[in-house]
T-cell receptor, first 113, second 111 residues
Framework: DQQVKQNSPSLSVQEGRISILNCDYT??????FLWYKKYPAEGPTFLIS?????DKNEDGRFTVFLNKSAKHLSLHIVPSQPGDSAVYFC????????????FGSGTQLTVLP | DTAVSQTPKYLVTQMGNDKSIKCEQN?????MYWYKQDSKKFLKIMFS???????INETVPNRFSPKSPDKAHLNLHINSLELGDSAVYFC??????????FGPGTRLTVL
């Protein structure tokens, strides 16, 4: 039973364009959402998070949007850079904290020069 | 300075053996975690632990046990290894309810 789903296993984008990574969740108790980036042979690195009391959070080139009614969140990267090529994991938790994370299966982003 | 470190990076062993993976964090965090990344690339939490509370994912076999000699270390012991235990294991830490920082992973192969 996948409570966090990333339905696109891969995404390719031209350098300088926008990358949009999507994530859906089914558990209505989730109230805190995070995106992690992972390079090969490394552990995931925290990128950005959003609480369910917000619908948008921005940090530099990265923006996360949350649509609670649709149980959907997305990560926008603008402009995309070749160094952004990595696997992006969406994660969710309940209770307003980053403990007990439930992860999606990841999306491989490739930014083409 | 590595924030969260794991040893070994690779571990190849025979079925039935007992092995340990070590994890250390130098961030002063109060909570540590173990995750398993399976063949389908899902990261699934196995344990979360601070000095007051151990939370075990109910799907984890009792052959797996976390051991914390101090606040900066959470080691993972695995008894009677099985083929299905082959995976990448990640350690992580966080300060209370904050974001988790991950180690580089340990690839375990059971033959």
């Amino acid at each position: 039973d996948q409570q966090v789903k990333q339905n696109s296993p891969s995404l390719s984008v031209q350098e300088g364009r926008i990358s949009i990574l999507n994530c859906d969740y089914t558990n209505s108790m989730f109230d805190y959402f995070l995106w992690y980036k992972k390079y090969p042979a490394e552990g995931p690195t925290f990128l950005i998070s959003i609480s369910s009391i917000k619908d948008k959070n921005e940090d530099g080139r990265f923006t996360v949007f949350l649509n609670k009614s649709a149980k959907h969140l997305s990560l926008h990267i603008v402009p995309s850079q070749p160094g952004d090529s990595a696997v992006y994991f969406c994660a969710a938790s309940a209770g307003g904290s980053a403990r007990q994370l439930t992860f999606g299966s990841g999306t491989q982003l490739t930014v083409l020069p | 300075d590595t924030a969260v470190s794991q040893t070994p990076k690779y571990l190849v062993t025979q079925m039935g053996n007992d092995k340990s993976i070590k994890c250390e964090q130098n961030l002063g965090h109060d909570t540590m975690y173990w995750y398993k990344q399976d063949s389908k690339k899902f990261l699934k939490i196995m344990f979360s632990y601070n000095n007051k509370e151990l939370i075990i994912n109910e799907t984890v076999p009792n052959r797996f046990s976390p051991k914390s000699p101090d606040k900066a270390h959470l080691n993972l012991h695995i008894n009677s290894l099985e083929l299905g235990d082959s995976a990448v294991y990640f350690c992580a830490s966080s300060q209370s309810r904050g974001e988790q920082f991950f180690g580089p992973g340990t690839r375990l192969t059971v033959l």
